[in-house]
């Protein structure tokens, strides 16, 4: 007699509740169904050749997720939130670390999604640069900007090794928009060129307490406040 086997899958709640999505994506629903990891989940973590090219996490999400969605189309604060989930699916709730040299024990299970909201459909905001006044708007970034940035980042410092253009790069594509206008030949000459620093940072860390994420706030015993660090050992325990 043939036995069918049930394979169990868990529904994932996405931080951006799919708002940030146009209607006709899936993750425009806010949720993704993903499967619990197995031992060919495992063959895929430990795979050189993705380890070596940065995508090993992209490839795991592209095995373990039932929805059928673009990787790419994920904005970081949704990968985030399944990358969490496929590590409790995988090897448990409990994630041990090490902060100031003592080891910390979190359950992953109980980290809840920041509180985020706005007009489905819409990724651009707005906000005005607290030193020089002037009016933008930006994006959350999506899978296929970040490809698009490490790709320009990686061609820039093959002009000049000594480069470190990564801050400014980026921002070139997170801005959208510079007191109305679009064309990115002048963003790009606004960020190189009259982008104060003061305000480069304000801009970084509006969008880091307001862009939809997992909230990975720890509190230690002395009352101090940290971020949850992502090691290796989050996909990799036995390291």
Do not use: C
Request: negative net charge; charged residues 30%; hydrophobic residues 35%.
């Amino acid at each position: 007699m043939e036995t069918t086997l049930k394979f169990p899958t868990e529904i994932i709640d996405l931080p951006s509740k799919g708002l940030v999505y146009p209607p006709e994506n899936p993750l425009s629903e806010g949720k993704v169904e993903m499967k619990y990891m197995t031992a060919r989940s495992e063959d895929v973590l430990t795979n050189q050749s993705y380890i070596e090219k940065g995508i090993v996490l992209d490839k795991l999400l592209e095995d373990l997720i039932v929805t059928k969605i673009n990787i790419k189309d994920l904005i970081v604060g949704d990968k985030n939130a399944l990358l969490i989930a496929a590590r409790v699916l995988g090897y448990g709730k409990e994630y041990k670390f090490t902060i100031k040299g003592e080891e910390h024990t979190v359950d992953l299970s109980t980290l809840e999604n920041k509180e985020f909201d706005t007009t489905p459909g819409t990724n651009e905001f707005s906000f005005t640069l607290p030193h020089s006044g002037n009016e933008i708007t930006y994006k959350i970034l999506t899978g296929h900007d970040e490809s698009l940035i490490d790709q320009e980042i990686k061609g820039l410092k093959k002009l000049n090794k000594n480069a470190s253009p990564e801050l400014s790069t980026r921002l070139k594509y997170i801005i959208t928009s510079v007191g109305g206008n679009r064309e990115a030949k002048s963003i790009r000459e606004f960020v190189d060129n009259y982008l104060l620093a003061r305000d480069s940072r304000a801009l970084r860390e509006h969008i880091k307490e307001t862009q939809p994420d997992v909230n990975l706030e720890y509190v230690l015993e002395g009352g101090e406040e940290v971020t949850i660090p992502i090691t290796l050992a989050f996909f990799w325990p036995d390291l």
